[in-house]
């Protein structure tokens, strides 16, 4: 990591008080998809970055940024979605100077594109790319740079994961990612995930290692139980896919 990126002392529960601590973090919900965004600032520069913003909250994420007098510089996708379409695009246009954010090996169109490595700065703060494919090639989990908290997409949900039967997914790939790329982080990093469908917000890598019912099974076993999920296919994936596709490039619907 960059060592222009502070290393925040006192960790985790420090970092959600308002009262001095220099790390913002708000999480919201979009109930359609039960789809997190997770907008993320330094209090002192006010720079801030969106991570999974929805079409539908975009205006509600916006109104935010401003009530808090944020200067938004990325719109970051954690992948190419299926469920929701981005608003990363309307994002760019509701804030002017605010850039849309995905993988290279997403295959998607973007301002920005990221790859394994890869910081992304916002004041004193940056979060570190670790590419976790599996559920789809172009996801990336988003680590702060003292490692106490990681947004991990829909590669490692809480008590779950992300489904691997489409979008060229692959349930060893997933496997091996979630174990190499989250569960090495110290076990009381927070962990955020992109959706949850049960009304939990946040996990731990520890609680995720040894609670997860399907990422404390064996590899082999893991890829028999994603094999014989048979889930219906995602609501909006015929339209969400292709506007995903240009991830904040596309003109944003009115």
């Known amino acids: 990591m ?18 001095g601590a220099p790390i913002l973090l708000r999480q919201m919900f979009e109930p359609k998809s039960c789809t997190y965004t997770y907008l993320l600032g330094d209090r002192e520069s006010r720079e801030a970055i969106l991570i999974d913003p929805v079409l539908e909250t975009a205006h509600r994420d916006a109104q935010l940024v401003k009530e808090l007098g944020l200067q938004l ?19 760019r ?6 850039q849309s954010v995905i993988s290279r090996l997403s295959g998607a169109q973007a301002d920005k594109h990221i790859e394994d490595g890869d910081p992304i700065h916002f004041g004193r703060f940056a979060l570190e790319t670790r590419a976790s494919p599996g559920h789809t090639p172009g996801c990336v989990t988003f680590v702060l740079d003292d490692h106490s908290m990681a947004f991990t997409g829909d590669a490692l949900l809480i008590r779950g994961c992300g489904r691997t039967d489409f979008q060229q997914g692959c349930a060893k ?6 174990h190499e790329k ?13 959706h949850d469908y049960h009304g939990l917000t946040v ?18 076993e893991f890829v ?15 339209f969400a896919v292709p506007a995903n596709m240009r991830c904040g490039i596309q003109t944003p619907p009115s």
């Open 224 to 238: 028999k139980v994603m094999s014989k999920l048979n889930l219906p296919k995602p609501q909006q994936i015929d």
């Open 203 to 220: 996990s731990t890598v520890e609680e995720e290692r040894t609670l997860n019912p399907r990422l404390t099974l064996s590899c082999e």
């Open 2 to 19: 960059a060592g222009s990126a502070l290393r925040v002392a006192g960790r985790q529960l420090s970092q959600y008080s308002e009262s």
């Open 73 to 91: 510089l990325y719109a970051v996708n954690t992948h190419c979605h299926a469920d929701h379409i981005t608003g990363s695009g309307l994002l």
């Open 93 to 98: 246009s509701l804030l002017p100077g605010c």
């Open 173 to 178: 790939t997933l496997y091996h990612s979630v």
């Open 182 to 194: 989250i569960f090495t982080l110290p076990g009381d990093c927070l962990i955020y995930p992109a």
